[in-house]
T-cell receptor
Framework: AQTVTQSQPEMSVQEAETVTLSCTYD???????LFWYKQPPSRQMILVIRQEAYKQQNATENRFSVNFQKAAKSFSLKISDSQLGDAAMYFCACPGATNKLIFGTGTLLAVQP | EAGVTQFPSHSVIEKGQTVTLRCDPISGHDNLYWYRRVMGKEIKFLLH????????ESGMPNNRFLAERTGGTYSTLKVQPAELEDSGVYFC??????????????FGPGTRLTVL
């Protein structure tokens, strides 16, 4: 069964610094997408970044980038130049056996001014 | 383009009452999903519609939960009767392609349900 593990329940970063959130997953698929979502206090779940597993190049969206290690089934999220608005719960997700997404338990990121 | 919308944003009900949550997906998205996050736990899948048909309802906790998607547009999730353990945030998501391992789902803001 597909599983997603986020081993860091909470993280803290200083404004303008860089932080990396960890995620490992388990899937038997060969072609799939992986996702990072963020849920700020406003509660809206926002898609942060998506990685296509068949692409070796790591996805990048402005200050957000991933370090995708397919063999290790690792999919970490790096946030550069952290801003106060980045404070949120971050969820890593991978596709399940059907169309459902399997989520990790989340990492609560605090950004210190 | 409007995103996924959900109504209400917050609902507080007594145990034994009925609550109906509504989700309007992104226009043109045939795939609609319901998820739930119970406090402090991971987000868990409830069910998946393709247009008006239930494709997968393996995550529905029990028969107190009823989901419908009239005409393949908006969806409702009814909880009847509500129990304390039903409290949590209910998310709706929609997607266009529905290609199993490559399906990008866009989420709504969620409905926070509190059962007292």
């Amino acid at each position: 069964a597909q599983t997603v593990t986020q081993s860091q329940p909470e993280m803290s970063v200083q404004e303008a610094e860089t932080v990396t959130l960890s995620c490992t997953y388990d899937t038997s698929e060969s072609d799939y997408y992986l996702f990072w979502y963020k849920q700020p206090p406003s509660r809206q779940m926002i898609l942060v970044i998506r990685q296509e597993a068949y692409k070796q190049q790591n996805a990048t969206e402005n200050r957000f980038s991933v370090n995708f290690q397919k063999a290790a089934k690792s999919f970490s999220l790096k946030i550069s130049d952290s801003q106060l608005g980045d404070a949120a719960m971050y969820f890593c997700a991978c596709p399940g056996a059907t169309n459902k997404l399997i989520f990790g338990t989340g990492t609560l990121l605090a950004v210190q001014p | 383009e409007a995103g996924v919308t959900q109504f209400p944003s917050h609902s507080v009900i007594e145990k034994g009452q009925t609550v109906t949550l509504r989700c309007d997906p992104i226009s043109g998205h045939d795939n609609l999903y319901w998820y739930r996050r119970v406090m402090g736990k991971e987000i868990k899948f409830l069910l998946h519609f393709v247009k008006e048909s239930k494709q997968d309802e393996s995550g529905m906790p029990n028969n107190r939960f009823l989901a419908e998607r009239t005409g393949g547009t908006y969806s409702t999730l009814k909880v009847q009767p509500a129990e304390l353990e039903d409290s949590g945030v209910y998310f709706c998501a929609s997607s266009q392609d529905g290609i199993r391992t490559r399906d990008t789902q866009y989420f709504g803001p969620g409905t926070r349900l509190t059962v007292l």
